[in-house]
């Protein structure tokens, strides 16, 4: 262990991740903190950059390899930090629709929405499976301004898609911009947040004095 701590260039006064990877036959995985912390960044920005929702979702899958190795899910943790990023990056990303086309929103969104909300409208929780057996789904964007902004995107159905763009429609924000309800001409449905209803912990952490 000596040893290990000097090839890690590990100091009295550095801190450790300890991940337990298997609970039946106690093997634990140990990092340096700040190792484990560039490891995440690096999955995060490969994410970032994805050009394909095929190569997003191995990201996810690496990044839940390295942060939840006795299993569970890091989609809503990713997509809840990115959306602690100001709207001004984000600014007129969407085009104006022009006759049914709009740009599509990014790769690594795209695969975060896919896995949790699993293509159910936001409002009516209503999907259906296409022929090749994944969820069909909208994403309707709040305002166009906001661009791809997580905050600014609503998993949706055609049907209460098409009711954002023909309806007499009221939404209601909460204090933090997260959309929690809106009114179709008169009647409200409230929206579902997957953010806001998960308890978000940070990855588990033990400080070692040595
Ligand atoms: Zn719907």
New binding site residues.
């Given amino acids: 262990m000596a040893r290990w701590f000097e090839e890690k260039g590990i100091g009295d006064k550095d801190e450790l991740v300890i991940q337990l990877l298997d609970r039946e036959r106690l093997l634990y995985r140990v990092s340096a903190r700040r190792e484990f912390i560039e490891t995440v960044k690096r999955h995060q920005r490969g994410l970032e950059r994805a050009r394909t929702v095929g190569e997003a979702r191995s990201y996810v899958a690496s990044l839940r390899r390295w942060v939840k190795p006795e299993g569970g899910t890091v989609a809503l943790s990713e997509y809840d930090r990115l959306a602690t990023q100001s709207f001004a990056g984000y600014r007129g990303i969407v085009s104006r629709p022009a006759h049914g086309e709009r740009e599509s929103v990014p790769p690594h969104l795209r695969a975060l929405l896919d896995e949790v909300y699993g293509g159910r409208?936001q409002?009516?929780?209503?999907t259906f499976l296409k022929q090749d057996k994944t969820p069909y789904y909208e994403i309707h964007h709040l305002f166009p301004m906001r661009g791809h902004h997580p905050k600014n995107l609503v998993v949706?159905?055609a049907?209460?898609?098409r009711q954002f763009e023909h309806a007499a429609t009221k939404l209601q924000m909460d204090e933090q911009t997260w959309l929690i309800a809106v009114t179709f001409n008169t009647i409200r449905h409230s929206v579902y947040q997957a953010v806001l209803r998960a308890q978000l912990r940070p990855p588990m952490k033990q400080v070692h004095e040595m």
């Fill in positions: 409208c409002m009516c929780d209503f949706s159905c049907n209460c898609h």
